[in-house]
């Protein structure tokens, strides 16, 4: 009998890769091979300059995964190459799985966003103040148990949920609630511990029965209970210019909730999936979940429930980072244009998660252009002459030509020409406004991002050509 265990067994995970390869090769093949190696280069730029060990992409466009990609090395010793089969820690974006549960009992008649938290748990701080929905939007006030970028000696140590709340719960809020908006990882362990009393179940085991199995994200894994098998990424870490160092595991309890998943790219693309088609919610409840918080004065948050809300290569993107010890992800998803991109990397406190996801973004709008390739060189060259203070004046309409006066030219020159060559220039947006055709670039420096925007006239010339910080 135990031979025969052992041969399902092999049987078993041969059958997995079988099925993990054809995954990534059915996904690879909806690509053009060009778009492809942008994606990569985008990539392995990243980490180039990182120095970040590796990363893992999953890339959707209408509605359906049509790339994935691991680079670099999973683990440094022994030397292991990343695969895209592999899981790894997404950190905070696990807090929009925790609205999306708190969702689902609101959509059960169980509890109300604006239920107020002392209905569930009466002995935090103006409990009967702060409502659930405060929770979710980062307006309750309750200050956060993590705001640190590395792990405390008391977070190797396990920990409650009760311990925290005990901790961090009880003493003055930061704010009045709804008055201003501070991130906090101790409102989404309280948000956890009230959908576990509601539900009756543990939260990963809601989720698993209510989210992951309908969409078959199969490799979802709590890394609050245990850290990452052999078989996925060893976490880094590093000081300032230092070497690459196994990053410390945060103590059992000190995730819940606020950021305790890992999962492969694949997997997080279905959830992204699932937003786009609004699989699992109630069309109601997209509208709660990626509706803008506001503070009672009327002010933006940008924020949602556990997503971030802004506009990206002209496009309406929810999206959402994430971080804890070792890893660092980016989730993006323009729900309205289907499309989505997925970044995971495996050392903490770096950008190269972010560079990749928001540099692979504008890929994937540029390429519905045909003009782009030529009206793209032409931008680069313009931008050049005004590094140099000078431009092609035969390009340009008469007034764009008056813009462009002496003065001008010299502060153009003043400001950019110390920037140097872009490390990437890329089209993010086109469309149309007065007649002309508007073109949007975006400037990648080492430092620095500029927007870049040109109006063109029906004979061809330029009557505008603009340059400012993107914000």
Request: charged fraction near 20%.
């Amino acid at each position: 009998m135990p031979e025969a265990r052992g041969l399902l067994s092999r049987f078993v995970i041969i059958a997995v890769i079988v099925v993990s390869l054809l995954s990534v090769a059915n996904a690879q093949s909806d690509l053009l091979p060009e778009l492809r190696d942008k994606i990569d280069k985008v990539a392995t730029d990243a980490l180039a300059r990182s120095g970040v060990p590796s990363a893992s992409i999953a890339v959707v466009s209408d509605g359906k995964i049509v790339y994935l990609k691991a680079y670099g090395s999973a683990r440094l010793d022994p030397q292991t190459p990343a695969t895209s089969g592999m899981r790894y820690s997404i950190g905070s974006i696990s807090k929009q799985f925790t609205a999306v549960a708190m969702l689902l009992l609101q959509e059960q008649g169980k509890l109300s966003l604006d239920d107020k938290v002392g209905k569930f748990i009466p002995d935090l701080t103006r409990a009967n103040e702060v409502t659930i929905r405060q929770l979710l939007s980062h307006t309750s006030g309750y200050q956060d148990y993590w705001p640190q970028d590395y792990v405390m000696p008391m977070m190797l140590q396990p920990v409650t949920a009760a311990k925290i709340l005990e901790m961090w719960a009880r003493k003055p809020l930061d704010f009045d609630p709804g008055t201003k908006w501070q991130y906090s990882n101790t409102n989404y362990v309280i948000a956890g511990v009230i959908i576990e009393k509601v539900s009756g179940k543990p939260l990963l085991q809601f989720l698993k029965e209510k989210v992951f199995a309908p969409l078959g994200m199969a490799s979802v894994a709590n890394i609050d209970e245990k850290k990452l098998g052999d078989t996925d990424p060893t976490g880094y870490m590093r000081y300032a210019l230092g070497p690459l160092r196994v990053a410390p595991k945060e103590g059992p309890g000190w995730l819940f909730a606020a950021g305790e998943l890992a999962m492969t790219a694949e997997d997080l693309a279905k959830w992204n999936i699932s937003i786009m088609d609004q699989k699992l919610l109630r069309p109601a409840s997209y509208r709660e979940l990626e509706r803008e918080a506001q503070l009672n004065n009327g002010l933006g948050t940008r924020y949602g429930l556990g997503v971030s809300l802004a506009t990206e290569a002209g496009h309406r993107a929810v999206s959402h980072g994430g971080e804890v010890s070792g890893f660092v992800s980016e989730s993006v998803v323009f729900p309205d244009d289907r499309v989505s991109v997925v970044a995971l990397t495996n050392q903490d406190a770096s950008s190269a998660a972010g560079d990749i996801a928001h540099g692979i973004v504008p890929l994937l709008f540029g390429t519905s252009d045909p003009a782009t390739p030529e009206k793209l060189e032409q931008a680069k060259k313009i931008f050049d002459g005004l590094q140099h203070g000078k431009i092609d004046r035969s390009l340009f309409s008469d007034n764009a030509n008056a813009y462009f006066s002496e003065q001008a030219l010299q502060d153009f020159a003043t400001g950019l020409s110390p920037l140097g060559t872009p490390k990437q220039f890329t089209q993010v947006r086109q469309g149309l406004r007065g007649g002309m055709i508007l073109r949007v670039y975006l400037l990648r420096f080492e430092k620095q991002t500029l927007r870049a925007w040109s109006y063109e006239l029906p004979n061809g010339k330029l009557e505008q050509f603009q340059i400012a910080v993107q914000n």
